[in-house]
């Protein structure tokens, strides 16, 4: 059995852990919300500019069909975002995880998400597809630096708030990569934040732009003709390349928004063993310290019977 001193350090140790997570506890718990804020913020931008983009594709297949999407049109970079290539002979996949640590299995179960992917993928097209990764945050880059994966580029300290420059050096290589042909479709793999309690990775296909079926069959259904000017091509390329930044925004936010929910829940559930394992060693250091002193007693009582 422990001494009472090796308890009282322990007691120690185990107390300085305990204001530490509280003290990150604390800090999550504030910036979580103002994370939340910029999220719930941001989505309705996101959703809006999907219906727009849905429109204008169904908009641009009506009008290709009379011929005023011609091959100049197609040949521009930002509508051959739009095209599939021909065969899909590499993958690629945007990971988005957290920079820092200490916020549960949230990192590792995305990165487990963006193997998985890439093993469905593999199985779909029946062959052992290459596959390149292009890194969003320090646990993922560590990740596949670790797994000896191929890293086509990395992002890594982007903050709480991600500057533009940044997102679109991210869309520029991903882009590029597929405007080039060496990578043949991507995907983002993130972890989707749903509530304080509730992180899900997710993936959602990136390239080639493809609106989300559920929006398209809306806005199909809505029986409302638009004029555009100058054209639904003209407006369609210059759409695309903002649809493509926010659609991995966007993402971005909401990893950082489930990092410090994954890490206020992960803090807590910490201060709370702490805090059961400081009234544990106090009950047994309450026991040794009187085990001790009934020793002592003893030791008193039979010295002063012999003598």
Avoid: C
């Avoid at 593999?122 to 890194?135: E, L």
């Avoid at 042909?181 to 732009?209: A, E, N």
């Avoid at 994954?262 to 400081?278: H, I, R």
């Avoid at 002592?296 to 010295?303: D, K, P, R, S």
Wanted: charged content about 20%; overall charge neutral.
């Amino acid at each position: 059995m422990a001494t009472a001193r090796e308890i009282r350090r322990r007691i120690r140790s185990v107390k300085n852990v305990a204001q530490i997570t509280r003290a990150l506890q604390l800090v999550a718990s504030s910036k979580v919300r103002r994370a939340q804020e910029r999220v719930e913020a941001a989505r309705p931008y996101s959703d809006q500019l999907r219906r727009v983009l849905a429109r204008l594709a169904s908009a641009g297949d009506a009008v290709d069909e009379g011929g005023a999407f011609g091959d100049t049109d197609r040949e521009d970079a930002d509508l051959r975002l739009l095209t599939p290539h021909a065969e899909v002979r590499s993958i690629g996949i945007l990971l988005v995880t957290p920079d820092r640590g200490l916020a549960g299995a949230i990192s590792s179960n995305t990165n487990r998400r963006a193997l998985q992917q890439v093993t469905e993928l593999r199985r779909a097209a029946g062959s052992d597809i290459p596959v390149q990764f292009v890194a969003v945050g320090r646990r993922g880059r560590d990740f596949l630096t670790r797994n000896r994966l191929p890293l086509l580029a990395e992002f890594t300290n982007l903050g709480d708030i991600p500057s533009i420059a940044t997102i679109r050096a991210i869309a520029r290589v991903v882009s590029d990569a597929y405007l080039t042909g060496s990578v043949d479709t991507w995907y983002l793999v993130y972890p989707r934040f749903v509530s304080t309690l509730t992180q899900t990775p997710t993936v959602i296909p990136l390239l080639p732009v493809q609106p989300p079926a559920d929006i398209a069959a809306e806005v199909a259904e809505a029986d409302i003709d638009y004029i555009y000017e100058p054209s639904a091509a003209a407006i369609y390329s210059a759409l695309l390349p903002r649809y493509l930044e926010t659609t991995i925004y966007q993402p971005i936010l909401e990893s950082v928004a489930s990092f410090y929910a994954a890490q206020f829940v992960a803090m807590k559930n910490a201060t709370d063993n702490a805090t059961d394992l400081v009234s544990d060693l106090t009950l047994t250091y309450n026991k040794a310290r009187q085990a001790s002193i009934t020793t002592q007693i003893l030791e008193v009582v039979a010295g002063a019977g012999a003598s």
